[in-house]
């Protein structure tokens, strides 16, 4: 295994917080929440761009209906610019989308590596927030998107196989990224409390058999929960933002509470209410 893959990067580039949201299990919501939170987030006033880190498996594009000309596969080849492959969301923020091109990117090379990191970099002084869309489990790809994070969002459901996958990724991070913390988002809950109930529990296995780099076990922190809502579906069948079309419904709610508190704690803790205020 590479170097880039064991450790965080100790602040690498200077700019918008990089946020990556990955999972154990694939179709647990990353793509939802990535989306939708970068829709809470702009909301709150925060210059906010997606990035579909998910090379392989790639559908940021269908769920925020865009057909682009220009991908990110175009700018990896010198085709196009940066700018060129930025496309504005419905929900005021950005996108920078892989396409299917990107296919044979999901196999980490150096050249994918540099593409990236040189990606990323252009990418921070124009934002607030980096939100990477990664994909499920604990390949290179996956490992390498999210080591360029300085905070990690895992999405689990409580489905028994989607808390054993999050484990295994969860004790990869501790492990091999030395993360000391990870915060937990439960997606598709059925009762108030759920999440933070089956937080608990992951963290009480994590603690009796996973160690950090430093001896000390991972913490898990409990952003929130995202109910089961069939709003979420019927937004995603006609292609619309939950965050903009159906704003009031549940999960909207949800997620709109879980960008407040990863404001306050994460994006701007040191401002009351986590409110971005514009520097003279
Ligand atoms: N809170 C929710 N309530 C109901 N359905 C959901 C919820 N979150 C996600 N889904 C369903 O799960 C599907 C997969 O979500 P997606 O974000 O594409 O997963 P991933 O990116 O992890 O593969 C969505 O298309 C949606 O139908
Ligand atoms: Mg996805």
Not at 19 to 45: E, I, P
Not at 176 to 201: E, S
Not at 218 to 235: F, K, N, T, W
């Amino acid at each position: 295994m590479s170097d880039v893959l064991k450790s965080p990067p100790a602040a690498p580039f200077t700019g918008a917080k990089v946020l990556a949201v990955t999972s154990g299990k694939g179709g647990v919501g990353k793509t939802f929440v990535s989306a939708n939170l970068a829709a809470a987030l702009a909301k709150r006033g925060h210059r906010v761009l997606v990035l579909d880190a998910d090379l392989g498996l790639a559908n940021l594009d269908v769920v925020l209906n865009l057909h682009p000309k220009t991908t990110l596969h175009d700018v990896f080849t010198g085709k196009a610019t940066l700018d060129e492959a930025i496309v504005k969301a419905p929900g005021g923020f950005s996108v920078l989308l892989a396409g299917s091109g990107m296919v044979e990117y999901s196999r980490l090379t150096p050249e994918v590596r540099d593409e990236f990191m040189d990606v990323l970099r252009s990418l921070m002084p124009r934002y607030d927030v980096v939100i990477l869309d990664t994909g499920a489990g604990i390949s290179d790809v996956v490992l390498f998107a999210v080591s360029l994070a300085s905070e990690v969002l895992v999405v689990a459901t409580p489905e028994p196989t989607s808390l054993t996958d999050a484990y295994a990724a969860i004790k990869v991070l501790a492990t091999q990224q030395k993360r000391q913390h990870v915060r937990m988002i439960i997606n598709q809950t059925a009762r108030p409390g759920d999440g933070r109930a089956i937080t608990t529990q992951l963290q009480q296995v994590l603690d009796r058999f996973v160690t950090t780099g430093s001896g000390r076990s991972v913490r898990l922190i409990h952003v929130g929960d995202i109910p089961a809502d069939p709003s979420v579906r019927e937004a995603v069948m006609r292609r619309q933002l939950l965050l903009v079309n159906v704003p009031g419904c549940p999960a909207a709610l949800a997620i709109s509470e879980v960008a407040r508190k990863l404001d306050e704690s994460v994006i701007s803790p040191s401002e009351f209410g986590g409110r971005k205020t514009t520097v003279p």
